[in-house]
């Protein structure tokens, strides 16, 4: 159970980490002020209502558009901590608690010892019969 709850732990901070220095866009398409589509790194899909400019030889006329493209731009770190200052008391702390909790305390990996059944050994005489003594 510990060994489990070791590699969880060392594969959840992995994950972690891996994730803090990703970056992503979120893109969504929203018509009306109800979100169409969403998406993760790529266009979103467009939901067919975008108004056309009409164009003439004398004006150029834009209608206002229901519809709106929303990008969230989510940036991660670029350069993690490579060392850090650890004070001598800090120090002395965290080795007096590994020591107490991984030392003094009982493992539960111990293996438990189990006795093995006893089993009588072979028979070579039949006794009861040698001396013809029966339970009734």
Avoid: R, W
């Amino acid at each position: 159970m510990q060994k489990f709850l070791k590699h969880t732990s060392a594969f959840a901070l992995a994950l972690l980490v891996l994730c803090s220095t990703f970056s992503f866009t979120i893109n969504e398409h929203i018509c009306g002020g109800v979100p169409i589509s969403f998406s993760i790194g790529m266009e979103a899909e467009n939901c067919g209502m975008e108004l056309e400019t009409t164009v003439s030889d004398e004006t150029t006329m834009k209608q206002v558009s229901c519809c709106d493209d929303v990008t969230t731009l989510v940036q991660g770190q670029d350069e993690l901590p490579t060392q850090q200052d650890v004070h001598f008391t800090t120090q002395t702390f965290i080795k007096a608690f590994v020591y107490s909790y991984i030392y003094v305390l009982p493992s539960a990996d111990q293996e438990k010892v189990v006795y093995k059944p006893y089993v009588p050994p072979p028979l070579i005489k039949d006794i009861q019969l040698l001396d013809e003594t029966f339970l009734i």
